[in-house]
């Protein structure tokens, strides 16, 4: 089973400035299969980043993802009020799928 | 756009099963791969299995194999996730979410259930 190693495990910005959250594999994954999502407290997961750098419909621009292999970046260019949430990488691999733990990227 | 609505917040005792429903609207369950994921109180983000297009069948994750079955009624599109023998560790929301054909990622999810487990 691929591992999935989300850090920062908590993330403290402010609004205006940029963040980078980091994800890495226990072994190599295909970028298609790698995707981010958004928590908000009491929400769903909402789907962010898939493919490993495709916005997904109705998310800002403000959000890209990149990398390839065992390590992925979500980056945030200039964090909104409403960015602060708790992100979470996922993989597909033989067999099923995997999240990371997760980052909360919270306001300081 | 496909939809998903989730049964209500369910209380069960130690050693039962729970059944959870998930109702799609927009699509039809035969066009859509439907999983189950869950979420402890404070925890991230935990598969429990779906649907393998690939090998046409359902996949479990390890740990709950034997103890999760999940089903679909396609005349209604609805899926379902029964749990049995729960322990107060599965107390979770437990959602639903979709994997359209040909993509590795889930969207939508549905609202949540969740399941407390306590004597």
């Known amino acids: 089973e691929i591992v999935l190693t989300q850090s920062p495990g908590t993330l403290s910005l402010s609004p205006g400035e940029r963040a980078t959250l980091s994800c890495r594999a226990s072994?190599?994954?295909?970028?298609?299969?790698l995707a981010w999502y958004q928590q908000k407290p009491g929400q769903a997961p909402r789907l962010l980043i898939y493919?490993?750098?495709s916005r997904a419909t109705g998310i800002p621009d403000r959000f890209s993802g990149s990398g390839s292999g065992t390590d992925f970046t979500l980056t945030i260019s200039r964090l909104e009020p409403e960015d602060f949430a708790v992100y979470y990488c996922q993989q597909y691999g033989s067999p099923g799928y995997t999240f990371g733990q997760g980052t909360k990227l919270e306001i300081k | 756009q496909v939809q998903l609505v989730q049964s209500g917040a369910e209380v069960k005792k130690p050693g039962a099963s729970v059944k959870v429903s998930c109702k799609v609207s927009g699509y039809t369950l035969t066009e859509l791969s439907m999983h189950w994921v869950r979420q402890a109180p404070g925890k991230g983000l935990e598969w429990m299995g779906g649907f393998d297009p690939e090998d046409g069948e359902t996949i479990y994750a390890q740990k709950f194999q034997g103890r999760v079955t999940m089903t679909e009624d396609t005349s209604t599109d609805t899926a379902y996730m029964e749990l049995s023998s729960l322990r107060s560790e599965d107390t979770a929301v437990y959602y639903c979410a979709t994997v359209v054909p040909a993509a590795y990622w889930f969207d939508p999810w549905g609202q949540g259930t969740l399941v407390t487990v306590s004597s």
């Open positions: 072994q190599s994954v295909s970028s298609s299969y």
């Open positions: 493919g490993a750098s």
